[in-house]
């Protein structure tokens, strides 16, 4: 039996030999779906692969090369095979017929590499163990009833189709060369004309001449090219569409017709829709009837300075760029919690969308409205990814200035913590409650860690445009400082009204409001519960209660600052 080539794809097949056989069923019919929508000119991750067909991303995977859709699509092919094998049922158990793929070539008078291409084509081939006590790949008739429903064309051109001999080939290739030449017949128009005269297939005439074209490009019959675009073709005619070019270029460069035109791009791109890595933090609150008009009603508009779209990579260009860059930093406005929050949940749920429109969609047959959707869905969380990083850019600014002796060049570090930025996006679950400069802060820390060797001096233009960024940042927290001052002793009554005695002292201890202002004495859920011998869960309880209450009676900013 022929192996599958793809590593990862084998140990999945693997792994699925242990699973209940209802799961194993449910990712058969995944698999045999994913290989129908397989482009053999694209190329696919396998946790895009693995995602199609179990419903869960891999996690920590190294490295790897995508896989070509060709390679794909074979060992696809041995997978779906092998593990219906896993899952085979006697013939006899079945409530309707089952046809080996012979008998099925034969009901239709075409070869078993016919049949093999209608399965990629979406025909359901299952293995089943016939009457001798042997497993056969089968077709139910229901299977095959479906696959007739939707291909009727296919099924029709398939019972008219006769092989030919080479002599036979060569007369239908010299009668469309002198047609061609004598007349001002279209292509579809010689193929027609020679069918009726033959009694071929019309199918059959246009792919003898294809072929004949294949093999000798340097003796074309016709003057413009064939009807049926390549893969080659559509991938150019899309990367031209990208870049731009308007429709009417495209007609006439590919003589294709408008409708055409966007059949192929919009088929071009719902398979990279298809293709592409798309994760989101999963929130009960997406699942709710209203989820949308309540987290989508207004958008969130975050003022960015002019100057940041220099920088909109957020990728260093060079030592020169660094005072610009330390300038961008500090026009750039910083999110407050509320804000934070209302991005991260309207980032993710606009990717859940994403995810779940395209969830079943068909390359050959959606339409280019819910392609747009998606695509807008996916425009608008990049903005708001761009929004939230650019926001939190100082912060590494800010770190990486505490590591300039780590023997990399500040420039450098910069770099490393953007990236380091950049991944806590992805990872940030917002729905915790927690603020995410903790967990970008970790991410930086853990990527600095790495760093090691001779320390490395500042230039005094560097030294000096850092030290007036984080005069800037040390002036903003002494602003924020006079804030929580003033929310300190804002609270001081609130506390008196609205808490009890141990509701008191657990806010108090935990926020750090025991201290002074510059130093607070915070104390952990655990330290906490000791003190008055409870539960750490316990001591959480009270405090989301506590909190509660104090939401109702504290403006948004004080509650801001003092939860920060």
Request: overall charge positive.
């Amino acid at each position: 039996m022929r192996q599958i080539k793809n590593q990862n794809l084998e140990q999945l097949l693997a792994q699925l030999r242990f699973a209940p056989q209802k799961q194993r069923l449910r990712q058969l019919d995944a698999a045999e779906k994913l290989l129908a929508i397989i482009d053999p000119d694209m190329e696919y991750p396998f946790d895009f692969v693995c995602f199609r067909i179990t419903g869960f991303q891999p996690k920590d995977l190294p490295q790897q090369q995508p896989i070509k859709g060709n390679y794909l699509a074979d060992d696809l092919f041995i997978f779906i095979s092998r593990l219906s094998t896993q899952l085979a049922k006697p013939v006899a158990e079945q409530n309707e017929k089952v046809y080996t793929i012979e008998e099925l070539a034969n009901t239709f008078g075409v070869s078993t590499k016919t049949i093999n291409r209608w399965r990629k084509r979406g025909l359901s081939a299952r293995s089943f163990i016939f009457e001798d006590g042997k497993q056969y790949l089968g077709v139910t008739q229901s299977a095959l009833d479906t696959f007739i429903e939707a291909h009727p064309k296919l099924i029709a051109r398939a019972k008219i189709f006769v092989r030919m001999t080479d002599t036979q080939k060569q007369q239908i290739i010299k009668q469309a060369a002198r047609l061609a030449a004598e007349t001002k017949l279209s292509r579809r128009q010689i193929i027609n004309r020679i069918a009726d005269k033959t009694g071929r297939a019309h199918e059959t005439i246009r792919l003898t001449l294809l072929h004949n074209e294949k093999e000798h490009p340097e003796k074309p019959i016709f003057k413009k090219p064939s009807g049926v675009v390549d893969a080659v073709q559509a991938a150019e005619m899309y990367k031209l569409f990208k870049q731009g070019t308007d429709v009417r270029e495209l007609m006439k460069r590919f003589y294709r017709s408008r409708s055409s035109i966007y059949r192929i791009i919009n088929t071009r791109r719902a398979k990279a829709l298809l293709a592409m890595k798309i994760e989101f933090i999963p929130s009960k609150e997406f699942l709710k009837e209203n989820a949308g008009e309540k987290i989508l009603a207004e958008p969130i508009k975050i003022q960015q300075p002019a100057s940041a779209e220099r920088f909109e990579t957020f990728q260093l260009l060079g030592e020169h760029l660094l005072p610009e860059y330390l300038q961008t930093l500090k026009e750039t406005p910083v999110l407050n919690r509320e804000q934070e929050r209302r991005l991260f949940r309207r980032y993710n749920y606009l990717k859940y969308l994403a995810v779940t429109k395209r969830t079943g969609i068909k390359p050959n047959l959606v339409s280019s409205e819910v392609i747009g959707q998606i695509e807008d869905y996916l425009a608008e969380a990049e903005t708001i990814r761009k929004t939230i990083i650019g926001a939190n850019l100082r912060l590494v600014v800010s770190i990486a200035s505490r590591h300039v002796t780590s023997g990399v060049s500040f420039l450098e570090l910069v770099s490393r913590g953007n990236f380091a930025l950049i991944k806590a996006v992805e990872e940030f679950d917002y729905t915790k409650g927690f603020r995410f400069s903790k967990r970008a802060s970790l991410n930086i820390a853990k990527e600095y860690a790495k760093v090691s060797g001779k320390s490395t001096q500042l230039s005094r233009k560097r030294a000096a445009s850092l030290a007036n960024i984080q005069r800037d940042l040390r002036a903003t927290a002494a602003a924020d400082l006079a804030a929580i001052e003033g929310a300190r002793q804002s609270l001081t009554q609130v506390i008196k009204n609205e808490l009890n005695e141990r509701e008191q002292y657990v806010i108090l201890n935990h926020f750090g409001l025991t201290g002074s202002p510059i130093k607070r004495e915070r104390q952990t859920l655990k330290q906490i519960g000791e003190d008055l011998h409870l539960t750490k869960e316990r001591v959480r309880q009270i405090e989301l209660r506590a909190l509660q209450k104090l939401r109702q009676s504290l403006s948004s900013k004080e509650f801001e600052l003092l939860t920060r």
